[in-house]
């Protein structure tokens, strides 16, 4: 699993990041901190794409991609219905 964090400053960019990442599977903790627990060719795809935006970063912009262990992660409070799983009919 994958935690992903970013502090974007251009709107328009932050939005755009925000969409590719969630459309590669990533769900929001927080704001700008999200959660992908993906395959590897997925991670290995956005990492990718992440690299290919930062050509567009300011000094002000950056993204950090932390490895978390699932089995030693402890979530308290909101985060823990994730963990779930959900069935719909």
Known sequence: MKIISYDISDDRWRAR???MLVKH???RLQYSVYEVANTKRVMDNLTAKIEAWAKHF???DSVIIFDVDENKMIKYGNAIH???PVVFL
Do not use: E, S
């Open 17 to 19: 990041f925000t969409r």
């Open 82 to 84: 994730r963990d779930k």
């Open 58 to 60: 300011t000094l002000d």
């Open 25 to 27: 599977g990533a769900i």
